[in-house]
């Protein structure tokens, strides 16, 4: 394992992750940005389970697709 891929690594990055999802939480998404928004919380949540099982790739690849996916929301609206 990598040290991207660190337990504690991941729970930062899911700390991240759930700062930035309420960034957008307020916004009128089009049904099409609604469900990538849905989308990022299914990769969050994925994450948190294998992180559980202690599967840190698997984690670790959850939460960095679902960032990928919030930041392109964020690109959007322009708030990042």
């Not at 670790?60 to 959007?76: K, N």
């Amino acid at each position: 394992m990598n040290d991207l891929e660190t337990k504690e690594k991941i729970k930062t990055d899911i700390s991240k992750l759930e700062r930035n999802l309420k960034q957008v939480s307020d916004i009128d998404f089009t049904p099409l940005e609604k469900e990538v928004y849905l989308r990022a919380v299914d990769y969050k949540n994925d994450s948190k389970y294998y992180l559980e099982k202690e599967d840190f790739r698997t984690a670790f690849g959850c939460i960095e697709y679902s960032h990928g996916l919030l930041d392109a929301l964020r690109m959007i609206y322009k708030i990042i």
